[in-house]
């Protein structure tokens, strides 16, 4: 049964430190998407990739925060420095694309970061 | 970012009961999609819909694309505890596999909390 899976899946930290999460997608996905969840915000887009390329990160704060994938097997999403603020539920999810129709897409379990 | 309009925002029901949600959005959609999610867990695929007018079943869940591609609609029947949880409406719109940016991304709901009342 393949599944996204996500690394930590808890993390405490204090602000001003970096944070760092990580990602495997289902093997043979093309396309990794960065999601944060708050209660206030719900489900927000951050950043995807496919065929490991950025190809949007409009959603994430630039200026503290990064996406990269270093392989096909891993994603990562970096935050430095953390802020308080950015306490919430982060998912990766992953899907395929191939032509017209996009693959729908699978989510890992989280990683809940909280941010003293 | 954008959300889609769930409703309701909970609901609270007893065992057996049927139960309707629906989500509508002020853009239109050529996909509507329905997740569920348990609490410390992800969403999980419930059904997918691709065409304005399809109803599609899983089990006891049906879905509706709307005529307007503007809305959705999911029902479940005879309910049990374990569809306790949060159910998600999600849009997306799939342009031309030649203008491939932007056309995964996934416009969520504000969710529907499903409790069952003992």
């Known amino acids: 049964d393949a599944r996204v899976t996500q690394t930590p899946r808890h993390k405490v930290t204090e602000m001003g430190q970096e944070v760092t999460m990580r990602c495997q997608p289902i093997l043979g996905h093309n396309t990794v998407f960065w999601y944060r969840q708050t209660m206030m915000q719900g489900l927000e887009l951050l950043a995807y990739?496919?065929?490991?390329?950025?190809?949007?990160d409009s959603g994430m704060p630039k200026d503290r925060f990064s996406a990269e994938m270093p392989d096909a097997t891993l994603a990562t999403l970096k935050i430095q420095p953390s802020e308080p603020r950015d306490s919430a539920v982060y998912f990766c999810?992953?899907?395929?694309?191939?032509?017209?129709?996009?693959?729908?897409?699978?989510f890992g379990p989280g990683t809940r970061l909280t941010v003293l | 970012g954008q959300q889609l309009n769930q409703s309701p925002q909970s609901m609270f029901i007893q065992e057996g009961e049927d139960v309707s949600m629906n989500c509508t959005s002020s853009s239109i959609f050529n996909t509507w999609l329905w997740y569920k999610q348990d609490p410390g867990e992800g969403p999980v695929l419930l059904i997918a819909l691709y065409k304005a007018g399809e109803l599609t079943s899983n089990g006891r869940l049906t879905a509706q694309f709307g005529i307007t591609r503007k809305d959705s609609f999911l029902n479940i029947s005879a309910s049990i505890p374990s569809d306790v949880g949060i159910y998600f409406c999600a849009g997306q719109f799939n342009g031309k596999a030649a203008s491939n940016f932007g056309n995964e991304k996934l416009t969520f709901g504000t969710g529907t909390r499903l409790t069952i009342i003992p």
């Open positions: 990739f496919r065929n490991r390329a950025p190809l949007d």
């Open positions: 999810a992953s899907g395929f694309r191939t032509g017209g129709r996009a693959d729908t897409q699978y």
